[in-house]
């Protein structure tokens, strides 16, 4: 009886949440639930092209080196150029439908699909994968995943760190008419979500009096932001397509070691994604290696960052690998040098 209860228990959860766990990690590595082996994921997503998201927001992210999402509405001649820069910058591009209706089985292919096409013309440096529904009324999930990777809604909750529905999303609304006014609501929101070690997707439209829904002071902004940058080792601050990226990716990845020599050692990072959208780093770590005074890792002949991750009993060796190594479109797996370093 309770051998049939997990199996079904199973069976429910793959059902509903898109989730594959397809992955092998070979012990004794690790892959951080978050980058760096951090603890919990924020994302801030802003909606409606409201000005000051151009004039405040995307500089003071930009002053602390942390990335947004911009939902856009392609149809209320947003201004391409400021979306370009605002990519060009690291930051998201993504879709808020074209026209901004309530989502309906007849309107909603032409929106998501003309919303998707728009963006990518516009902005070509990066591509278009999520959707903020309008009113956050979700379009029908099969015509949302022929487009999107995921879609945000907006039940006030903070997410687990593997959403049940990569396309309801949830998010909390901030500013004037949401349930974040201060900067102590942010604080109150970034203590749970380190304690769930999940992930809080936040909601802006204005910011101080630029007209916009639900303004939100820009002070508070920047406290909530200097609230994380003193705890960055706690907190990964990123888009909302590059944390779907992570979660998909942590979950399908798999490390193999391929050779160990004693001073070098190869690894293949795999997934079964496509490499045309899943291309984030994903966070690896194993136990340093007896004997070695320094490591140098490199991935496909160039040198990526690697760091010593100090736990309480064991020391780490900790890098970013990109899974399929940024081939595009090829099965081919790529490997990861460990060496050490004559000092
Ligand atoms: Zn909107």
Redesign the pocket.
């Known amino acids: 009886m309770k051998k049939i209860n997990v199996i079904l228990l199973l069976a429910a959860f793959l059902a509903a949440g898109n989730v594959a766990y397809s992955g092998t990690v070979a012990s004794p590595y690790q892959v951080g639930n978050w980058p760096g082996f951090r603890t919990a994921a924020i994302s801030y997503t802003f909606?409606?092209g409201c000005s000051n998201q151009f004039a405040i927001a995307i500089p003071m992210f930009n002053e602390f080196d942390y990335k947004l999402t911009l939902?856009t509405?392609t149809g209320a001649s947003p201004n391409w150029t400021n979306l370009r820069n605002a990519a060009a910058a690291g930051h998201e591009v993504a879709s808020?439908t074209v026209t901004?209706p309530t989502l309906t089985p007849s309107n909603e292919v032409a929106e998501l699909s003309n919303s998707k096409s728009a963006i990518e013309a516009n902005v070509p440096s990066q591509k278009c994968v999520t959707i903020?529904y309008?009113?956050c009324v979700p379009s029908t999930q099969s015509v949302t995943a022929t487009y999107y990777i995921a879609g945000r809604i907006c039940s006030g909750s903070i997410e687990v760190n593997t959403p049940l529905n990569f396309y309801q999303i949830s998010s909390i609304g901030c500013g004037s008419a949401g349930s974040i006014k201060t900067a102590a609501d942010f604080n109150t929101k970034f203590a749970n979500t380190a304690s769930s070690k999940g992930w809080c997707v936040f909601l802006i439209?204005g910011i101080d009096s630029d007209g916009g829904?639900s303004p939100l002071s820009s002070t508070v902004l920047r406290s909530s932001l200097q609230y994380l940058d003193a705890r960055r080792s706690t907190f990964w601050v990123s888009t909302f397509g590059n944390v779907v990226r992570y979660i998909r990716e942590r979950n399908d990845v798999s490390v193999a070691e391929t050779s160990n020599t004693g001073d070098s050692i190869t690894l293949q990072v795999t997934d079964t994604l496509d490499n045309t959208i899943y291309n984030y780093p994903v966070t690896i770590r194993r136990p340093f290696p007896e004997g070695w005074q320094m490591a140098r890792v490199s991935q496909n002949g160039h040198e990526v960052k690697a760091s010593i991750l100090r736990g309480t009993s064991v020391n780490y060796l900790m890098f970013d690998a990109v899974p399929d190594g940024g081939e595009l479109c090829s099965q081919k797996p790529f490997t990861v040098m460990l060496r050490t370093v004559t000092l």
């Open positions: 909606d409606d939902f509405i808020h901004h903020a309008p009113m439209h829904y």
